[in-house]
């Protein structure tokens, strides 16, 4: 990787391979730096099931079990492909995704109660 590419990427950058740390302060530090590449995606993501509080027209549709199963089969494959345990994905996964459907509750009521009160006459 050239300078350029480095300092753009900034302490995003791992630098120790996991079974290569030697300490705990050094595998947090790259855990850290992990994270920091993780949560502006988890951000991104949540913007899209804002999103859907938008689309979805009634309530019922908030939770979508076949949805669901479908992301946290693909996310165990996924993990495993990479060599990483699927449990671990599977149980992050279905965390995220609760959180998520709270968000997305949250949202379609503010939205939905938003625009009914606006078709008050
Ligand atoms: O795909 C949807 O319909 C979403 O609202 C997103 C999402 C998710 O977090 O992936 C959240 C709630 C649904 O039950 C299923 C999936």
């Known amino acids: 990787m050239n300078g350029a590419t480095q300092a753009s990427q900034g ?39 804002a999103q859907a509080a938008r689309i979805k027209q009634d309530a019922s ?31 992050a996964y279905r965390a995220l995704i609760a959180a998520s459907i709270e968000f997305e509750r949250a949202e379609f009521v503010r939205l939905h109660t938003a625009s009914a009160a606006k078709e008050q006459p």
Do not use: H, K
């Open 61 to 91: 549709q908030i939770v979508d079990v076949a949805r669901i199963e479908a992301i946290v089969a693909r996310v165990r494959e996924q993990a495993s492909a990479l060599g990483g345990p699927p449990e671990v994905l599977e149980a």
């Open 11 to 49: 302490a995003t950058q791992t630098a120790t391979p996991p079974a290569q740390c030697r300490t705990l302060a050094e595998l947090r530090r790259e855990i850290d730096v992990l994270d920091a590449r993780i949560v502006p995606l988890l951000v991104q993501r949540c913007g899209y099931v």
